[in-house]
């Protein structure tokens, strides 16, 4: 992530021995803002209640062109980790940094143990903030007065092998979805997009061998055991989020799951919930075989070590949902 001087943003795992630069950090980002009933809680950080808290669980720090201009303090709770004192200085906002703390702390909620959910607060009087948390996949799951409660899952990646734990690890994300499901499936040609959304077919019990839809745009696979179809489509030609809504798809995408292949960009906008799956290869990794679905999408010669990063998000990935994530993480 680059900064307007041409930097990038690097943000840095941190304890007590930072609080000087969070609290800085704290009161250029709260400061400004209008006055609140009651006050931000985080006014009233010191740098020793700061140290005192980093000292406990840690923090983070985002630099930008070698300035501390970011942060947040880390506070796990049982499944949750917390995210506190979430902060921007006014003259870097608008460059990423906000979203370069978040992705990090996701990164780091996944390494802790029994971690599901990602927490933050955001006041209710600052409807910019509660954005901010939404656009970024949180959901809201309850008030504590003046606060909202946001949640998010925490993504999990999954190293597999080859292309026949590719598809158990779909076979396992279909026994976790339901109808009305919506998966935004990227990764580069070969990656094994399809083998996984054989798997995914497999675990729905859908009817017809599940192929790349390239030159059909999309696919519809009837549910042989009484529940969803799977919507099978393939992305890479469409030029937007329309085009896809004038697909004469014959189901109600309510009453199906459906997985878009080369979706990032395109599918987002057909439910206020997703699962993003992104397939990225090991470097050295070959093109793969092939399996025929017009993609080079093989995954199958058994030496191809690829991993799979699964992010709920939205209000169906938290709770029981959240916890399934984690179980196939």
């Known amino acids: 992530m680059t900064g307007p001087g041409g930097g990038a943003v690097r943000v840095r795992r941190v304890g007590p021995e930072a609080a000087a630069d969070v609290l800085a950090v704290v009161r250029a980002a709260f400061g400004p803002r209008p006055p609140l009933d009651p006050p931000a809680d985080a006014l009233a950080e010191t740098e020793e209640s700061l140290a005192a808290v980093l000292g406990s669980h840690g923090g983070l720090v985002a630099e930008l062109d070698g300035e501390v201009v970011g942060a947040l303090v880390l506070d796990p709770v049982d499944e949750r980790l917390w995210l506190r004192r979430v902060g921007v200085v006014p003259t870097a906002q608008d460059h990423g940094v906000a979203t370069a703390l978040v992705e990090a702390a996701l990164d780091h909620a996944a390494a802790l143990p029994g971690c599901a959910v990602v927490a933050a607060l955001a006041r209710l009087e600052l409807p910019a903030s509660v954005g901010f948390w939404t656009s970024h996949g949180f959901a809201a799951v309850g008030r504590e007065a003046p606060y909202v409660v946001l949640e998010r899952a925490v993504p999990r990646t999954v190293a597999v092998p080859d292309g026949a734990a590719m598809q158990a690890l779909g076979e396992a994300l279909g026994a976790v979805l339901r109808a009305g499901d919506l998966v935004v499936l990227t990764g580069g040609l070969g990656a094994g997009k399809t083998t996984l959304t054989q798997g995914i ?121 959240a916890a399934a994530l984690a179980r196939l993480g």
């Open 201 to 321: 077919g497999r675990g729905l019990g859908v009817r017809g061998g599940v192929t790349s839809p390239t030159f059909v745009i999309a696919r519809v696979h009837p549910s042989e055991v009484g529940g969803p179809d799977l919507v099978h489509v393939d992305a890479y030609r469409l030029g937007g989020v329309a085009e896809l809504d004038d697909l004469d798809l014959d189901t109600d995408l309510d009453h199906a799951v459906t997985v878009v292949e080369w979706g990032a960009g395109v599918a987002e906008g057909l439910a206020d919930s997703r699962l993003e799956v992104r397939i990225e290869r090991s470097e050295g990794d070959g093109d793969g075989d092939g399996d025929g679905d017009g993609d080079g999408d093989g995954h199958g010669d058994g030496a191809e070590l690829r991993r799979v990063r699964l992010a709920g998000l939205g209000p169906r990935w938290r709770g029981e949902a």
